[in-house]
């Protein structure tokens, strides 16, 4: 039988990695397939550029329509990135009656609903695993392997420059500005690195996780998004002081009322695994009613890490070439006309713990001031740290740093006794606040 031909759009990093691992692992992959798969035709803005993968074999071009628009090409791969041009793309091929593979989060988190809607009409597939967590097959095992489950949460490292940050950080005492140069020279971090650091990369994957551990449509803009640019060294080590570890998590979780998605620094204890997933590494840690915890580890980007799960895609999509539209996987997990319009939760309305640090004047009666106006909303104290004054000014001679740990509260409870916290004579400036999971139940 002829090989099914495959178009790449893009033949950088990701581009040449897969054609890498197809040609390295051929035989393989057509025991696996039942087909061989030929990467007949790419796409690459300049063709003059040296490449990590052998073209030799490849018709190339520099326009990404001459791929789309070709007859042989069967299934095209997007490895562009970008959301413009990347969804034109997208929707052109599958206008064209062809299959799309695709690395991209931020075009599946923003227009999934439209694309998965036009590839149903089409009877196409557009498979999207090496979107979340690079590597990892994580979009496989919550759609596949977890189908038995009622999916009660799940909470995951999933930008590995963010987690290279605060690992360095806490590890080397780095600083923030430096440990992201770094990550910028060893290329993990996006091409706007405040995708990183920010959380919006993670947001991405965090909606597309979400939507298909719930059944529900993608709803990127609802992800509450928090970056990690306001930690410091200091919290790093108190965290880990009082026996934590700062990650910054993206958290989807099924409550009575509706569906938490956020992304924001957490405290987790350190006793957990993903506690101690350190450096670019990704890792997603799912509950499901059934099987209980289960956690998912491993390189969350890289050529070779995130071809890994473009090939497997092309593979599933060469092994359902000829099955009937409707028998094939869903897109979003869910049949399209099963997905559920449940409430997404204001962070207002989210129940968690903190960590928060105060700024006090170091004087009888400030700390029964604090743990007052908590009591007075329900919020109770697990641990409460001072911090001696740092001798280096008059100033500060008088200022001590007081952690606090609480039980867990609605957070608009919290954010008015932060208000009133931080309108008291003795505390100077704002609080620090960072959310505390235990990830235990
Ligand atoms: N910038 C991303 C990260 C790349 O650091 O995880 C993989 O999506």
Redesign the pocket.
């Given at each position: 039988m002829e090989p099914v031909k495959v178009g790449l759009l893009g033949l950088g990093t990701v581009g040449g990695g897969t054609v890498n691992v197809l040609s390295r692992n051929a035989q393989e992959i057509t025991r696996r397939a039942g087909r061989g798969i030929q990467v007949s035709h790419a796409a690459a803005r300049d063709l003059n550029k040296v490449r990590i993968c052998n073209t030799e074999a490849i018709q190339l071009s520099t326009s990404l329509q001459s791929v789309v628009d070709n007859p042989d090409v069967q299934i095209v791969v997007e490895l562009i990135g970008g959301e413009k041009l990347a969804r034109e793309m997208v929707m052109r091929a599958i206008a064209n009656g062809k299959h799309v593979v695709t690395a991209n989060?931020a075009l599946i988190a923003n227009y999934g609903n439209e694309i998965f809607a036009a590839a149903q009409n089409k009877g196409v597939m557009v498979a999207f695993e090496a979107a979340v967590a690079?590597g990892i097959p994580i979009i496989k095992a919550v759609r596949e392997g977890l189908a038995g489950n009622r999916i009660e949460w799940l909470a995951g490292i999933i930008?590995?420059?963010g987690n290279y940050i605060l690992t360095e950080m806490r590890d080397k005492g780095s600083h923030f500005n430096d440990v992201l140069a770094e990550a910028q020279r060893l290329g993990?971090?996006?091409s706007d690195p405040s995708f990183?650091v920010d959380g919006i990369?993670a947001a991405h994957k965090l909606a597309i996780l979400a939507a298909i551990a719930f059944g529900i449509p993608l709803q990127f803009k609802k992800v509450y998004t928090e970056g990690i640019t306001n930690i410091s060294q200091q919290d790093v080590e108190y965290a880990e002081q009082l026996g934590y570890r700062i990650k910054h998590l993206g958290i989807a979780q099924r409550t009575g009322t509706g569906v938490e998605m956020r992304v924001h620094p957490t405290l987790i204890p350190e006793r957990r695994l993903i506690a101690n997933v350190d450096g670019?590494m990704?890792a997603v840690l799912v509950k499901g009613d059934a099987v209980g915890p289960t956690l998912y580890y491993g390189a969350?980007?890289g050529a070779e890490a995130t071809a890994s799960a473009v090939v497997a895609d092309i593979v599933d999509v060469v092994r359902t070439l000829t099955s009937d539209p409707e028998n094939r996987v869903p897109h979003l997990a869910f049949q399209a006309d099963a997905l559920s319009d449940v409430a997404i939760l204001s962070m207002d309305q989210v129940k968690t713990a903190y960590y928060l640090k105060l700024q006090a004047e170091d004087k009888p009666g400030v700390l029964a001031d604090v743990t007052r106006i908590l009591a007075e909303r329900g919020i109770s104290i697990e641990a409460i740290i001072q911090k001696e004054p740092k001798k280096t000014s008059p100033e500060q001679d008088r200022t001590a740093t007081i952690i606090i740990l609480t039980h867990r509260v609605i957070e608009g409870s919290m954010n008015q006794a932060i208000t009133q916290i931080e309108a008291l004579d003795a505390i100077k400036g704002a609080a620090m606040r960072i959310r505390v999971e235990h990830l235990s139940k």
């Open positions: 989060k690079g930008n590995g420059t993990y971090a996006e990183d990369d670019v990704n969350g980007a």
